[in-house]
């Protein structure tokens, strides 16, 4: 045995450095003569040499100043057997020099495990006196790995130094579960190394997100996939030096891969993809986006091979053509949610092929955003040819018009959500038609800056009346007005959630035949942006859905007064949120809801309030435990003093000033 000395507090033994290395540097290493280190020890008396001045540094016993003599080679044996006891050890051996965390990060879990039960079986262990004591029930409150699921570095802090720290104080927890890497460091950025540590300390990591990481390369995204088996989810963006050998890497060391998102990679083409397609028979979730490389050959191929467990598809900007529409349409058996963005190459036999290869049978949720293959023709052939279709989300898509919109829904049958933005030849005409064949399960119809959706001349000979319909989104419409707002109201009766945003001319007129005509009761009803609506209209509202009503956002509404309030305080029984901004509400009526004391408000914004002023303070400081949100943004007449004041009264409120 090498002769042992008493050191630091407490009087740890270490074994001296200087004979250490004799042992190791000696050829061929008996596992029987390797000794225990006490992390504690280690970890202090290297502090200890590295925050010490020369001179001091020299008065040090020469078996501690050898330590850092030591080579890599023998220093990482000593380390890979340091007690890593709720990752105390290890973590404070990290912190001693930039070499020893280094060292650190480069063992892998599995090499930690065979030393540690080697000086089990050779040493009779060491108590760490510096260990907290913790109760058997807490240690099943608390478990060891409490702090190992999930990591966010982010911007500046994202550096190889606090990457590898991570990994390696996690690593004696179990290692990390879940990392996402957002940003890099402008000179210190994330590389190639600290993606290593955390591949060889964290053999279970399940999830890694790479977001605008430019020096990770193919290399780093290789030691993930060779000691990170397990990974399920890898979202990679913005990562230029990304290429296809880095993804083959991981189709073939990581087989459980079930979700893979690319965007922006300019280094990733066909064959990361065909790879990927081929290995990961599991793979439920593919988003694309961006990769200019990418073409049908690489789609067709993932599509191809997963077409059992492929669920969800989201193609953005991609080089591709009606080929690879063809191959979702044939193969995609298993789709459910389909989301297609920005294909300028894909025409209007691409979309007509794929609905009618009949493979989309399972497909719920469509999603298409500036695709001028999206037609008339096009869209009758989707709602034919999936027959389980029940959300479709079309936005700029200008070459829909209210003929395709009628052929749409004399074939979807059980569609239950519509949502048009931008669609600038949908008339109400033809919504009216649509509303008038929809099927009994239609519950939610948007349309939002679609320039065709104005007044027209005469109603229809025969009014649609859709009772099932619930959700009612009209916004940014500016042709919209009081005229086709009073024939909405008549036509759905059973409305609950209603969106009239940035209707500018939509006045009380026309908000009153709607309000009235609400058979079930509105529940969330945002007039943001109404600048023409009165308290009349506000009143009649809450005086006829007070009881059910629990949302109401008045932004901008420059003709809401007190009066509303006083309604709202004596109506409204379910009122949870509330949103005055830029109202002309003043103390007065600040201080009618907080007299009503039924109302349990949990949000309420009343940014830019010009009347609001340091009067209200008592008021709003009297808004009760329910209250978690207040915005008081731009009420200049408030003061930073009373600002401060309703912060310590009302700690528990996320308060906005």
């Known amino acids: 045995m090498p002769a042992l000395y008493a050191y630091g507090d407490g009087g740890c033994l270490v074994p001296a450095p200087a004979e250490l290395a004799g042992l190791f540097c000696r050829g061929a290493v008996q596992q029987r003569k390797r000794t225990l280190v006490a992390a504690t020890a280690v970890a202090a008396a290297a502090a200890e040499c590295v925050r010490a001045s020369k001179k001091q540094r020299q008065q040090l016993p020469l078996p501690l100043r050898s330590l850092d003599a030591l080579p890599d080679e023998c220093l990482f044996e000593i380390l890979r057997r340091v007690p890593g ?47 907290e004591f913790v109760m058997e029930e807490d240690k099943e409150k608390f478990p060891a790995d409490r702090f190992a699921i999930d990591r966010v570095l982010e911007g500046k802090e994202a550096t190889d130094v606090r990457l590898s720290a991570m990994a390696v104080v996690a690593g004696s927890r179990g290692g990390l579960e879940k990392l996402a890497v957002r940003g890099s460091h402008p ?14 300390g964290s053999p279970n990591l399940g999830s890694l997100a790479l977001w605008d990481v430019p020096l990770i390369t ?39 891969l079930v979700s893979l998102t690319i965007e ?18 599991k793979l439920q ?31 953005q900007g991609l080089n591709i053509t009606d080929a690879s529409l063809a191959v979702i349409g044939y193969y995609g058996k298993a789709v459910t949610d389909l989301i297609l963005t920005r294909l300028a190459t894909v025409g209007e036999r691409g979309f007509w092929v794929m609905a009618n290869a009949a493979g989309l049978q399972n497909l719920r949720c469509m999603s298409v955003t500036s695709c001028p293959g999206v037609t008339d023709l096009a869209l009758a052939s989707i709602a034919k040819f999936c027959p389980s279709l029940k959300q479709l989300y079309l936005r700029k898509c200008g070459h829909v018009s209210d003929a395709g919109l009628k052929a749409f829904t004399e074939s979807a049958k059980v569609f239950e959500n519509l949502q048009l933005e931008e669609c600038n030849r949908v008339t109400l005409v033809g919504i009216l038609a649509f509303l008038l064949n929809c099927s009994q399960k239609f519950r939610a119809l948007s349309l939002v800056k679609c320039m065709g959706i104005k007044d027209i001349c005469s109603a229809p000979a025969q009014l649609p009346l859709c009772r099932s319909l619930r959700f009612l989104t009209i916004k940014d419409c500016p042709g919209f007005t009081d005229a086709s707002l009073a024939v909405v109201g008549m036509i759905c009766p059973q409305l609950e959630q209603v969106d009239l945003s940035g209707l500018g001319e939509v006045t009380d007129n026309g908000l009153l035949p709607l309000i009235q005509s609400s058979e079930a009761g509105l529940i969330k009803v945002d007039l943001s942006g109404c600048k023409n609506i009165t308290d009349v209209a506000v009143s009649s509202l809450v005086k006829g859905h007070g009881k059910s009503l629990k949302k109401v956002s008045l932004e901008g509404c420059s003709k809401i007064t ?50 609001v002023t340091q009067k209200s303070v008592p008021f709003l400081g009297n808004l009760g435990q329910s209250l978690e949100g207040l915005n008081l943004q731009f009420c200049n007449m408030i003061g930073n003093h009373n600002i401060a004041s309703l912060e310590k009264k009302l700690w528990w409120c996320d308060i906005l000033a």
């Open 85 to 131: 006891g709720g990752g105390r050890g290890r973590g404070a051996s990290a912190c001693v020099s930039r070499r020893w965390l280094a060292l650190l990060g480069s063992i892998r879990a599995s090499e930690l495990c065979q030393a540690a039960a080697a000086a089990a079986a050779d040493t009779p262990s060491l108590p760490d006196l510096n260990e």
């Open 187 to 200: 000179t210190r950025g994330v590389t190639d190394q600290g993606l290593s540590a955390v591949a060889r």
């Open 218 to 256: 193919d290399a780093g995204l290789a030691e993930i996939a060779a000691g990170c088996p397990s990974l399920e989810r890898l979202d990679i963006s913005r990562c230029p030096l990304i290429t296809d050998k880095g993804l083959a890497a991981v189709a073939q060391g990581c087989p459980n």
């Open 264 to 281: 922006a990679c300019s280094g990733v083409a066909n064959e990361g993809l065909r790879a990927i397609g081929r290995s990961c028979v």
């Open 285 to 315: 979730a593919v988003n694309i986006k961006n990769c200019p490389l990418v073409g049908d050959q690489g789609i067709s191929s993932l599509v191809c091979s997963a077409t059992a467990s492929l669920a969800k598809i989201r193609l």
């Open 562 to 611: 007190d009066a509303s309030l006083f309604t709202m305080s004596e109506s409204c029984t379910e009122l949870a949120e509330l949103d005055l901004s830029n109202c002309m509400v003043s103390d007065y009526g600040v201080a009618i809801l907080a007299s009503a004391s039924h109302l349990k408000l949990r949000v309420l914004s009343l940014s830019g309030c010009s009347k």
